[in-house]
């Protein structure tokens, strides 16, 4: 039971138990079908604490729930469209994870429960992932997160990775989003990201571009930072030394980055953040190495992202 405190004593109720439980069922040898109410997740690892001071973007916090972990693995893209820490606290959930043929599935659905306003979103995920050839793979993405008859959020996305020669990597992951309220007209989004890698014992080319839109919303996902356009390349060569040399390995490497409100990228202006790296890499005989580097930052901030805000100065602490 439970004690409070009264003005003449304590004052008793009577104690009260919960019901969950949890089940796992193997539908064929490779698909397998898990539920569970009211789940216990006290036993899980903490959060490493991280210093959250002047941060521009949310914090990431990994998976460490066993019941989202295991046999979802296929949920990896480009970019983090499913991020199951969004479930909160499952009132309910199942999963069903595994393989049909040549297609790796996860499904999860589950009943969240929101502390504030007492709501409660029901959330669809789902990701079918398939092999072409040897090496590449192509897959689909549905994410639903909803308030029944009030807000929804939905995204839907295709990615694909083809490995060609051995040495050349091309992915790439193209995504829209609705998300509105319900009997309105919901705000689309997109998202685009693309990427190519060369890779070789001497010569290395890596290029990407990632593009979202202001409206785009991953309800269920991880996304940072939308409304922008980032471009990122890097060329580096390596000549290796002769069997025994003491030089064994050294090369140099260029890696240029740009990032760009999106509208300002299409429409030919400069970029907003930017950087230049250029480096110089050594190993010696006995596993010693070092690196020489030289790099140039640049951030230009347009004055509206300043307006109406101030700052305190001058040495009367006047506000300016």
């Known amino acids: 039971g439970t004690a409070l405190p009264e003005d003449a004593g304590l004052e008793y109720s009577k104690a009260s138990g919960d019901f969950g439980f949890n089940l796992a069922y193997g539908l064929t040898s490779n698909l397998t079908l898990d539920a569970t109410y009211n789940p216990d997740f006290s036993q899980v690892e903490a959060d490493?604490?991280?210093?959250?001071?002047?941060?521009?973007?949310a914090l990431y916090f990994p998976e460490k729930r066993a019941f989202f972990l295991e046999g979802t693995?296929?949920?990896?893209?480009?970019?983090?469209?499913?991020?199951?820490?969004?479930?909160?606290?499952?009132?309910?959930?199942?999963?069903?994870?595994?393989?049909?043929?040549?297609?790796?599935?996860?499904?999860?659905?589950?009943?969240?429960?929101?502390?504030?306003?007492?709501?409660?979103?029901?959330v669809n995920l789902l990701r079918?992932?398939?092999?072409?050839?040897?090496?590449?793979?192509?897959g689909m993405v549905y994410?639903?997160?909803?308030?029944?008859?009030?807000?929804?959020?939905?995204?839907?996305?295709?990615?694909?990775?083809?490995?060609?020669?051995?040495?050349?990597?091309?992915?790439?992951?193209a995504s829209g989003s609705a998300d509105g309220e319900s009997g309105r007209n919901p705000d689309w989004g997109s998202l685009f990201v693309t990427s190519f890698r060369r890779s070789s014992r001497n010569f290395t080319v890596n290029a990407s571009m990632?593009?979202?839109?202001?409206?785009?919303?991953?309800?269920?996902g991880f996304i940072r930072r939308v409304g922008g356009t980032q471009l990122e390349g890097r060329v580096g060569y390596t000549w290796r030394g002769e069997a025994g040399a003491l030089l064994e390995s050294w090369g140099p490497s260029v890696s240029v980055e740009g990032y760009w409100d999106r509208e300002d990228f299409w429409?030919?202006?400069?970029?907003?953040?930017?950087?230049?790296?250029?480096?110089?890499?050594?190993?010696l005989r006995g596993?010693?190495?070092?690196?020489?580097?030289l790099s140039r930052d640049s951030y230009s901030f347009g004055a509206?992202?300043?307006?109406?805000?101030?700052?305190?100065?001058?040495?009367?602490?006047?506000?300016?």
């Open 304 to 320: 509206d992202e300043y307006e109406g805000l101030f700052v305190q100065g001058g040495a009367a602490g006047d506000l300016t």
């Open 210 to 220: 990632e593009d979202i839109s202001e409206d785009f919303r991953a309800g269920s």
């Open 73 to 122: 693995d296929v949920f990896s893209m480009p970019r983090q469209l499913v991020y199951t820490r969004s479930i909160g606290k499952p009132v309910g959930a199942a999963k069903l994870s595994g393989k049909v043929g040549r297609f790796n599935l996860a499904y999860i659905g589950a009943v969240d429960e929101v502390s504030t306003g007492g709501e409660n979103p029901v």
């Open 143 to 173: 994410t639903d997160r909803s308030v029944l008859g009030e807000r929804f959020n939905r995204v839907v996305g295709a990615d694909a990775r083809f490995v060609l020669g051995g040495r050349y990597t091309l992915d790439f992951l």
């Open 128 to 138: 079918v992932k398939g092999d072409v050839g040897e090496n590449s793979t192509v």
């Open 267 to 283: 429409g030919g202006s400069g970029a907003k953040e930017s950087e230049v790296d250029l480096s110089l890499r050594f190993s």
């Open 48 to 57: 490493a604490g991280q210093i959250a001071v002047n941060e521009r973007f």
């Open 287 to 293: 596993n010693v190495g070092g690196s020489i580097s």
